[in-house]
């Protein structure tokens, strides 16, 4: 099933002088990669000149629109009732974005209308996962 859905999402990028400057966002979801969320950042946003693709946990999204979540290089979490936080962590640095949870939310619909919740083919993504770490053999 070759599905995607992308919805362009207008953040606020917050400095580190507790400035908010305005950033584009496309979030994107392959009904190939039922488990994944992808966020695509284009170049003038990104420090080094260069499109930024950050990938995550489907899941990590939805219940980071109700309760803090997330442990690692992505964390989600509500601020206020308008908006949520999406703090990404690289070996370069950290970028704290707030996006209307509105946004976020609509998107989220639109890729369960794809591919339910629960519903996900598991083992052809874990099949392909492995084919592709061992090339085959």
Known sequence: MDITVEQLAEARLVTAQDQEVPVSATLRY??????AVFVDFPAEAALHGEEVTWTFARTLL???????SGHGDVQIWPYGRTRTV????????????????????????????????????????????????????
Do not use: C, I, K, Q
């Open 30 to 35: 392959h009904a190939d990669d039922p488990l």
């Open 62 to 68: 939805d219940e980071g629109l109700r309760a803090p």
């Open 86 to 137: 999406v703090e990404f962590h690289s070996p370069h640095g950290m970028a704290l974005l707030l996006f209307p949870a509105s946004v976020l939310r609509r998107f989220l619909v639109r890729t369960y209308a794809v591919v339910a919740n629960g519903h996900e083919d598991v083992e052809s993504v874990v099949e392909r996962g492995l084919s592709a770490l061992f090339g085959g053999v």
